[in-house]
């Protein structure tokens, strides 16, 4: 099966753009979970949808961020505007029911100049 | 609240080396534990896991016991290979609700021939 696919595998934009990053889960996964490694510091989860509901999304740092999941089958997750801050390397997972079943994607490293 | 301490990299140890790498917890009620590791240019990959105390993970010649008493996830190898150079992240999972993972900061290994 394919695996969980993130485009841009890497962004490059300047403070105050807007940047949307995608996630394509495993097809059949109701459970797509994002995280993000700020440089030198711990994987931190975001939010996790269930299908196209969100579960979870007590990680989301501030309102700059937006994900979304139309549909239940992809989801995007955008900052507006971008912050020096947010810069580093944003992960997709997804799973079938359990979390032993969690696939993540290769990531999105995000620059913010 | 919940917490992954993973021991500070770099590593860098020369092939057939032993490695040990700590990875301590704090968790309220019974998590499960990962650890995942992060090959150069890829995602995040299980490498194996313990869902209960005294559980022995094991693959590609890495272990890892859960140790309440100690709160405690050691990943150890016997004998390292140059290809075992990537980034391990120690992890627990919570129950119920979003099964979020709670990650540590991760300890860059790199083998030499």
């Known amino acids: 099966e394919a695996g969980v696919t993130q485009f841009p595998s890497h962004s490059v934009i300047e403070k105050g753009q807007t940047v949307t990053l995608r996630c394509d889960p495993i097809s059949g996964h109701d459970n797509l979970y994002w995280y993000r490694r700020v440089m030198g510091k711990e994987i931190k989860f975001l939010l996790h949808?269930?299908?196209?509901?969100?579960?979870?999304e007590s990680g989301m740092p501030n309102n700059r961020f937006l994900a979304e999941r139309t549909g239940g089958t992809y989801s995007t997750l955008k900052v507006q505007p971008a912050e020096l801050e947010d810069s580093g390397v944003y992960f997709c997972?997804?799973?079938?029911?359990?979390?032993?079943?969690?696939?993540f994607g290769s990531g999105t490293r995000l620059t913010v100049v | 609240g919940n917490s992954v301490t993973q021991m500070e990299g770099p590593v860098t140890l020369s092939e057939e080396a032993f490695l040990t790498i700590n990875c301590t917890y704090t968790?309220?009620?019974?998590?499960?534990l990962f650890w995942y590791v992060q090959y150069p240019g890829e995602g995040l990959q299980l490498l194996l896991k313990?869902?209960?105390?005294?559980d022995k993970g094991s693959n590609k010649g890495f272990e890892a016991t859960y140790r309440k008493e100690t709160t405690s996830f050691h990943l150890e190898k016997g004998s390292v290979q140059v290809s075992d150079s990537a980034v391990y992240f120690c992890a627990l999972g919570t129950q119920g609700g979003s099964e979020k993972l709670v990650f540590g900061k991760g300890t860059k290994l790199t083998v030499n021939p």
């Open positions: 313990a869902t209960k105390a005294d």
């Open positions: 949808f269930v299908k196209e509901s969100k579960q979870d």
């Open positions: 968790a309220t009620g019974y998590p499960s």
């Open positions: 997972a997804s799973s079938q029911v359990t979390i032993y079943g969690y696939t």
